[in-house]
T-cell receptor, first 114, second 115 residues
Framework: QKEVEQNSGPLSVPEGAIASLNCTYS??????FFWYRQYSGKSPELIMS????GDKEDGRFTAQLNKASQYVSLLIRDSQPSDSATYLC??????????????FGQGTTLQVKP | DVKVTQSSRYLVKRTGEKVFLECVQD?????MFWYRQDPGLGLRLIYF???????EKGDIPEGYSVSREKKERFSLILESASTNQTSMYLC??????????????FGPGTRLTVL
């Protein structure tokens, strides 16, 4: 079992719709959770971080964390063609101490069609 | 804003050459990382460093070494480049775990081609 799992996609949604991206993780004591956006040929860019159960909203983005079920999701409201990218889920395990090591999923490719 | 810079965006080297990839961050971060990214394989951690002169192997350290003589600079060294090291190389930095929540900030990447 992979430590952080994501559906590779592609996930295709029409412009204006809600895109829902999901991620599950295996380490029960994971502390911190991150979503990165990566455009083709570019480096990952941090877009959301979440540390507590529940929802965290930032503009059109909402991150949702459920530690009991070991999943974290990213919702993108009013999806735009410019949101088309690969979204990486990253998790800091509970035993990473202060090294800052993150475990990355393989990423989900999102396509927003005009 | 955190700024992570990498010495080259594109690099072409020949098999057997010694290759240096440089990474510099300006946020006084303790932790620095080197990844490679290949289609279908995702991000793979090569080495990381949590302090000056400290380093730990990641998931795929074979064929690579690193150097961290100053806090802001983390170098990746390919001792004898091979064609299977053709890849996108990404450097990242983050604050220490006890002080922050370990967001990693990435540099722009170096696309290395070994002929």
């Amino acid at each position: 079992q992979k430590e952080v799992e994501q559906n590779s996609g592609p996930l295709s949604v029409p412009e204006g719709a809600i895109a829902s991206l999901n991620c599950t993780y295996s380490d029960r004591v994971s502390q911190s959770f991150f979503w990165y956006r990566q455009y083709s040929g570019k480096s990952p860019e941090l877009i959301m971080s979440i540390y507590s159960n529940g929802d965290k909203e930032d503009g059109r983005f909402t991150a949702q964390l459920n530690k009991a079920s070991q999943y974290v999701s990213l919702l993108i409201r009013d999806s735009q063609p410019s949101d088309s990218a690969t979204y990486l889920c990253a998790v800091r395990g509970g035993f990473s101490s202060n090294t800052g090591k993150l475990i990355f999923g393989q990423g989900t490719t999102l396509q927003v069609k005009p | 804003d955190v700024k992570v810079t990498q010495s080259s965006r594109y690099l072409v080297k020949r098999t057997g050459e010694k290759v240096f990839l440089e990474c510099v961050q300006d946020m006084d971060h303790e932790n620095m990382f080197w990844y490679r990214q290949d289609p279908g394989l995702g991000l793979r951690l090569i080495y990381f460093s949590y302090d000056v002169k400290m380093k730990e192997k990641g998931d795929i350290p074979e064929g690579y070494s690193v150097s961290r003589e100053k806090k802001e600079r983390f170098s990746l060294i390919l001792e004898s480049a091979s064609t299977n090291q053709t890849s996108m190389y990404l450097c990242a930095s983050s604050p220490p775990g006890l002080a922050g929540y370990n967001e990693q900030f990435f540099g722009p990447g170096t696309r290395l081609t070994v002929l």
